[in-house]
């Protein structure tokens, strides 16, 4: 079976890399000459919304994904109009788009949220300040990620401030949430709904980039999973999502609220590759496929540590008992995710000691 990625970054290497091994023919398109996943598999160079690249991708393609949510919506209209399957859905991925939509989406399958107010200009920024309550995230409705397009406002005279720091575009007021802990669920639903749920998942951001996590979650109440589990159920057969699926969420007062949605591989779940029988990039592979799933089955305990900005001693690291490096082919610069290190052992004891020694040879630019 031939599969179009719509993507060419790191994700849409190591999804190309997981076909690979299934017998999958992966082509992918990508504005970018050097994309990461150009050097792994066979890509098209072109603009997203490139009508002539995007028939060009279907002529190669059996079926279409993709590898982040900002792909233009009516790129996927354009594909399925021709006949081609594209999975996720575009439900999904207008949910995953706009903040509004999606936190509308988590509140109606009844999945809590911190409290929201939209914003449309400066002036609906005081009314969503007086509504929502200080402190409070303004973020933009569109196109934010690792802590773009987001400002934290602790009081309403700096709200001009803040509006012009998000660029003065369509935004959701949320409130600030003094969180316990950051987790996420990573699922994925195959064509007949079968729906398969990875353990939780602990992450740690700083700068709004993910640094470290560590599944299952270390500490947190058996029912949380289960809880966990029915939202993003919940989510996913609304949006009769096709794919892997994952939710953000916090961890406040012993309760989960939701954050944020993505369709599609997530970052947090990059640890399953080692440390899962089969990783979230195979299994997102067979759902679009309509392949049966695979097992789920942690070995052992995980964790991944990111490589932001600068390269470590790769000695040093393939040094680490139970280590597993991941390089994405990207030249450093500061604030870029230029790889990985899964990080496997038998128990938690053993994982956290594995994790400082990684840590030790990671240094952030």
């Known amino acids: 079976m031939r599969v179009g990625i719509v993507g060419g970054g790191q994700l849409g290497r190591m999804l190309a890399m997981a076909g690979h091994d299934l017998g999958l023919a992966c082509t992918t398109l990508d504005p970018a000459k050097d994309s990461p996943a150009a050097q792994v598999a066979p890509a098209l160079v072109g603009a997203y919304d490139d009508r002539e690249a995007l028939l060009e991708l279907a002529a190669r393609s059996d079926v279409v994904t993709y590898e982040f949510e900002n792909v233009p919506t009516a790129s996927v209209s354009f ?25 509308t989406l988590f509140t109606e399958v009844g999945l809590p949220v911190p409290s929201y107010a939209a914003v449309h200009d400066e002036g609906s920024l005081l009314d969503a300040i007086a509504a929502v309550g200080l402190p409070a995230v303004l973020k933009t409705r569109r196109l934010g990620y690792d802590g773009k397009g987001q400002a934290v406002l602790h009081h309403a005279e700096l709200a001009q401030e803040a509006w012009r720091a998000v660029g003065e575009v369509p935004s959701i007021l949320e409130a600030f949430v003094p969180f316990d802990r950051e987790v996420s669920v990573v699922a994925v639903r195959a064509r007949d709904g079968e729906l398969r749920c990875w353990p939780l998942v602990a992450n740690v951001h700083r700068d709004g980039i993910l640094r470290t996590s560590v599944a299952p979650a270390p500490g947190l109440p058996p029912d949380l999973q289960e809880t966990a589990e029915r939202y993003v159920r919940a989510v996913a057969e609304r949006l009769e999502h096709v794919g892997v699926l994952t939710i953000e969420l916090f961890v406040h007062e012993g309760t989960l609220l939701g954050n944020e949605l993505a369709p599609r591989v997530h970052n947090s779940g990059h640890w399953t590759i080692e440390g899962s029988e ?88």
């Open 79 to 103: 594909l399925e109009e021709r006949g081609l399957p594209v999975s996720p859905p575009y439900a999904s991925l207008e949910a995953a788009q706009d903040r509004l939509v999606e936190k």
């Open 278 to 365: 089969t990783s979230q990039f195979e299994n997102h592979l067979r759902a679009v496929c309509g392949l049966p799933l695979g097992p789920i089955d942690m070995v052992g305990v995980a964790a991944m540590v990111n490589l932001i900005g600068a390269l470590p001693d790769v000695d040093a690291v393939l040094g680490v008992p139970g280590a597993h490096l991941h390089l994405y082919g990207k030249e450093p610069r500061p604030g870029r995710k230029l790889g990985h290190v899964t990080i496997r052992a038998d128990d938690d004891q053993t994982l956290r000691a594995r994790m400082l020694q990684v840590a030790a040879l990671v240094s952030d630019a």
